[in-house]
């Protein structure tokens, strides 16, 4: 018997014309579609048993919700995971596209407990409530070589985004700040300084999820205060290896239609060091003497290879 996939309304019919400008909002670059429904972001009623997954995007959002949804409801009814799409289960807080539910509306209606809330926000940015509520937070990040070239790829496949243009154009802007969501640099070294002052933030990084996913599990569940069976979690840690997600009609994204996988599969590579496959020798030697200097103040170290 086939399921039935349910979607956000409007969703498998949505087609967008042309791409998004970028602007600048609250001094970080952004589209329309993360800053049309703002008085609902920023008024955002957060619950303290709500778990926000954040992140700079393509540093691992879809992986780290797979997991925390597996963690908390892998067990509930099997509708859950063969018919929901990640992206209904776990809301893009700030996305709004006319024709579909924001992400704050389907965030109001989650009927779970926990819910599960996506986010990509700077941290300045993350409306007040999570952090009144205490809520707990989990935040991804993944090295600037990779993430950039992930981002490159997602921007060409997916017509929500502005165009990246060439590799070499695109690199330019991403050292400049001028993505969607604002310099990498930022976003994540202000993330790693909130994490030192706010206890239920657990930082996590892509590299080490891929060198070993199930140790990372483990480390989400103790900060989570889950305790599952040893068993439970090596099943999980399977089910969320890159080819099983990438088989996953429900975490793989092949049901939105802005995303033109003709162009590029969401599910692209899952490496760490593909940068490598990009990156001119040339283009390498500048990005590096760009970081050196975003980077100065702060104490995140990333790897750029395992
Ligand atoms: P690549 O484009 O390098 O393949 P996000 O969910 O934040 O948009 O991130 C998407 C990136 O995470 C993509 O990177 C995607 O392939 C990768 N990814 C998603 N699930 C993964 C998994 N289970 N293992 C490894 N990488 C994964």
Not at 137 to 152: H, M, P, Q, T, W
């Amino acid at each position: 018997m086939e399921t039935k996939i349910m979607e956000t309304p409007g969703m498998s019919s949505m087609k967008l014309t042309s791409r998004p400008e970028l602007f600048a909002f609250e001094g970080i670059s952004m589209t329309h579609y993360f800053t049309d429904n703002w008085e609902k972001v920023k008024n955002f009623q957060a619950r303290p048993d709500d778990i926000l997954i954040a992140t700079y995007p393509k540093a691992g959002t879809t992986w780290v919700s797979y997991i925390l949804d597996l963690l908390y409801f892998g067990n509930d009814a099997p509708e859950r995971q063969n018919s929901q799409p990640i992206y209904m289960r776990v809301p893009f807080l700030e996305c709004c596209i006319q024709g579909i539910p924001s992400g704050t509306e389907l965030a109001d209606d989650l009927p779970t407990s926990p819910r599960l809330i996506k986010t990509h926000l700077p941290v300045q940015l993350v409306p007040k409530s999570f952090w009144e509520q205490n809520s707990k937070i989990v935040y991804v990040a993944r090295n600037a070589k990779d993430n950039a070239v992930s981002y490159f790829h997602f921007d060409r496949m997916n017509m929500a985004q502005p165009e990246p243009r060439d590799w070499n154009t695109y690199l330019q802007t991403f050292m400049e700040g001028k993505n969607v969501f604002g310099p990498w640099y930022d976003h994540v070294s202000g993330w790693w300084e909130k994490e030192q002052t706010y206890s239920n933030l657990i930082y996590m990084f892509y590299e080490d999820l891929v060198e070993d996913t199930g140790r990372e599990v483990e480390r989400l569940c103790s900060f989570l205060g889950l305790s599952i069976p040893a068993e439970q979690r090596e099943k999980i840690t399977k089910g969320v290896q890159f080819d099983a997600m990438k088989q996953n009609k429900m975490t793989n994204y092949s049901t939105l239609p802005v995303m033109d996988f003709k162009i590029s599969p969401f599910m692209r590579k899952g490496k760490v060091g593909d940068w490598k496959n990009l990156f001119t020798v040339a283009q390498n030697e500048q990005f590096d003497e760009v970081y050196k200097v975003k980077m100065k103040n702060t104490t995140v170290k990333f790897r750029t290879e395992i």
